[in-house]
C-alpha cells in the first residue's frame, strides 16, 4: 500500500501563499486519484482539490476556486497544492489521501489511504 506524508505547512499573514506536498512511499502514487482534504477546529473534514491520476482532471471547493492550484509530479512520486491570496479561514490541518477507483471523489470515505497531515495557519 502507498504511505503518504505532508509537508510544507506553517504560519503565514493573509494574502501570503503557501505550497503543500504529498509525497508518496511503498507504492507510487500513479495509480491513485489524490485529495486535498482540510479540517478546522471545531468542523468537520472538507475536500478542497482532488486530481485525476494522469492529472488531467482536477476538482476545487468552491472556497478555494481561483486561490489553489493542485498538481502532481510523477518523477518526484509528490502531488502539490499551492495555495495563494490565503485566507484566515483557510487555517486548517490539510491531509492528503490516495483513491484506488479512477473517478474523483469528495467524500471521505470514497479515499483509502490518508497522511497525517500538515497544519496551515493564517493570520490577519
Known amino acids: 500500500q502507498v504511505q503518504l506524508v505532508e509537508s510544507g505547512g506553517g504560519l503565514v499573514q493573509a494574502g501570503d501563499s503557501l505550497r503543500l506536498s504529498c509525497a508518496a512511499s511503498g507504492r507510487t502514487v500513479g495509480p491513485y486519484v489524490i485529495g486535498w482534504f482540510r479540517q478546522a477546529p471545531g468542523k468537520e473534514r472538507e475536500l478542497v482539490a482532488s486530481i485525476s491520476r494522469g492529472g488531467i482532471t482536477t476538482l476545487y471547493a468552491d472556497s478555494v476556486k481561483g486561490r489553489f492550484t493542485v498538481s502532481r509530479a510523477s518523477a518526484k512520486n509528490t502531488v502539490y497544492l499551492q495555495m495563494n491570496s490565503l485566507k484566515p479561514e483557510d487555517t486548517a490541518v490539510y491531509s492528503c489521501?490516495?483513491?484506488?477507483?479512477?473517478?474523483?471523489?469528495?467524500?471521505?470515505?470514497?479515499?483509502?489511504?490518508w497522511g497525517e497531515g500538515t497544519q496551515v495557519t493564517v493570520s490577519s
Open positions: 489521501a490516495a483513491r484506488t477507483s479512477i473517478t474523483l471523489a469528495r467524500a471521505e470515505r470514497d479515499y483509502n489511504y
